[in-house]
């Protein structure tokens, strides 16, 4: 008896039903990509009694079988089974050609999805709803001479149902492949993050593009929009690594300018669109390429993101599918915010190190003086270390700038360096400047406070005037250098500092030790290292040395280049006693920058007396005047030191002090600081000496 026909709507659910228990059986239900496909094809072949049913897909201006697991397999389709497959594309219907039938799986425009509705959840009414497919896809059976004809209603209900499966097993590996990638660009992204060098992270970038698309090379071309030039790196092959392109050259010139990307297969496209000169350049053979727009966060066009020649053991004219376009654009976005952000901190680095070194250069220690010579060299030893170093000299000397040199030279000059005046330090308020202080620790604690030690942690902490620090305040100072922790007054939290201690005095510290008013435990623990500043008067011609530098930088800030000393005014400097050592003489050159008359200096424009050096000058109008010519009003000047002979010394000594600092104040305008300076004090020393002289105010 003869089976009655099979009708379509019946054979789509009996394809449905294998396909859900196929599915529903199995633990693991896409052990291979498309399992699932391969069973309903092999069931179209059973029902309709033909010897074998497949897919053919176009891929460029081939057809392959996409369900070839084996690479080997994957063959290009013969002439015979493309014209079958054509004539089915072209007139929209299955086609029957000797044992072979075809039936439209998809057009490459479209495919139609299967909805199910009964208790299998299947149904043979099948909505239009459409999906993308890249590239074409034509069912074709292979009947077996005993196979009856096949109904063209059955091959198109077949191709509907093998497009349902063959859509959803794709999406589902094409999503595994997606989380894949985001993994590996996920991990890329961390890792070029840590990468500091432009060089090495678009190596980095294009190592990954390789891994990633199977390719053998990858470039990356940075747009150089001032020469009009796209910078190819790596290019393997050229010496420097770098290779240079015009930016409207090739393909990669295209990508730039419509920024859209670019396949190109040798295979298949016109060999114009190729630059052949870059090959040669490089002795290399370019097959298939990809080319996508580099692009930053913002949408700045950065260059061009190039990869060369799919890797296909068995097909040596292979070229990159759709997917490795879109794959190559998510791993250009994220290199694109990289190498911006590595750019970025390329270019801060390189501005805070040119930072430093000008800070440096105004650090340096100038002279040529065997003194200064041998110090220069010491502290090249020493400066890389983190030994802890005593600097010792008169006020002026450059205790300050001896420190910060060291500083420059450590390791450590990328960090902090924090100057502290040990004599400015009241004893109430020590711990809080020192250590720093919790909100409401005091009453007029009104925010957390971070102290000098921790401001200066990974750096430098330079402690002036360390001999004027009180007993009080050393003992605090000995059990943080120890312990190397610090807690904030008001707090209960030990704070880790790192940091490197640099004291100067201008005190004999062994006296003061002997004398009992400096610890002897923090005296050893300071006088690791011990430098000795010489006073500037016995540094001979580094006196001259100093004072074109000086003159030098003034002239500069003033808008008077060019200026210099004349020979006595060298021979003036030389001869001076200079009691206020190196902060005097730089008083003197900036002073006389100003004021000078002409560009040459002569000694009158240095206002030099030795009777009274380094206590100051008072400079009129254009005239540069002793200091013994003092007077409390610049206009009015009053009685010499003479008018005092009646006085006795303590007296005169004292009514004279009095009246200098007056007077320099008032040439400093009211500033403080800039009458320290002018004095040769420290401020805090300017304070204590006018509350000695019982001076309220300037």
Known sequence: MTSPPLAPDEFIRDLLAHWLELAESSVNPVVE????????????????AARSAGLVRQSGTRWTDPLATDRRHKTVVAPERIAIVADTLTTGLPQTRGPLVAGIVSTGEGLREIAAADRLGITADMPAQETAIATPLVLLVNASDSTPAIASELVAA??????????????????????????????????????????????????????????????????????????????LGVEGGTLEVDDDAGVVGAVLRDRTPHRWSAAED??????????????????????VPLESPSGELLGVFEVLNKVDDDDPLAGFEPEDVSTLRDLARHAAAAIRGTQTRQRLTETRDRLLEDAAADYSLIGESPAIRVLRDSVARVAPTDLAVLVLGENGTGKEVLARSIHFQSQRRHEPFVAV???????????????????????????????????????TLFLDEIGDMSPGGQAK???????????????????????????????SLTELVAQKRFREDLFFRLNVVTFQMPPLRERGDDIVRLAEYFLGRFATQSG?????????????????????????????????????????????????????????????????????????????????????????????????QIRLIRSTIQRQSGNLSSAAQALGLHRANLYRKMRQLGMSGP
């Open 33 to 48: 990509p498309h399992a699932g496909t391969v069973a309903v094809l092999d069931r179209i072949a059973a029902r309709l």
């Open 158 to 235: 077949a191709a509907r149902v093998v497009g349902f499966v063959y859509r959803i097993e794709t999406d589902f590996t094409e999503e595994r492949a997606a989380n894949r990638r985001r993994r590996f660009l996920l991990d890329a992204a961390v890792r070029w993050s840590a990468i500091e060098s432009t060089d090495e992270l678009l190596s980095e970038i294009a190592g990954a593009a390789t891994r990633l698309l199977g390719a053998e090379r990858a470039s990356i071309f940075l747009w150089d929009r001032r020469r009009k030039k796209l910078i190819g790196r790596p290019a």
């Open 270 to 291: 016109a060999e114009r669109e190729i630059n052949r000169s870059v090959d040669r350049k490089l002795r290399f053979s370019t097959r298939s390429l990809v080319a």
């Open 421 to 459: 005046n040990c004599a400015a330090l009241v004893e109430t308020l020590l711990e809080s400047e020192l250590f720093g202080h919790q909100r409401g620790a005091f009453t007029d604690a009104h925010q957390d406070r971070v102290g000098k030690f921790e401001s200066a942690h990974g750096g």
């Open 477 to 507: 100072l000995l059990r943080v250098l120890e312990e190397k922790i610090v807690v904030r007054v008001g707090g209960s939290t030990p704070i880790p500092v790192d940091v490197r201690i640099i004291a100067a005095t201008n005190q």
């Open 560 to 656: 008077r280049s060019g200026m210099c000393l004349s020979e006595p005014a060298r021979q003036a400097l030389l001869a001076h006693r200079w009691r206020g050592n190196v902060r005097e003489l730089r008083n003197v050159m900036e002073r006389s920058s100003y004021l000078a008359q002409t560009e040459t200096l002569t000694p009158a424009d240095l206002g030099l007396s030795n009777e009274l050096s380094g206590l100051g000058h008072v400079a009129t109008t254009g005239v540069s005047q002793p200091a013994g010519q003092l007077a409390t009003d610049p206009d009015s000047p009053e009685s010499s030191a003479d008018d005092a002979l009646d006085r006795s010394l303590a007296d005169a000594t004292r009514e004279f």
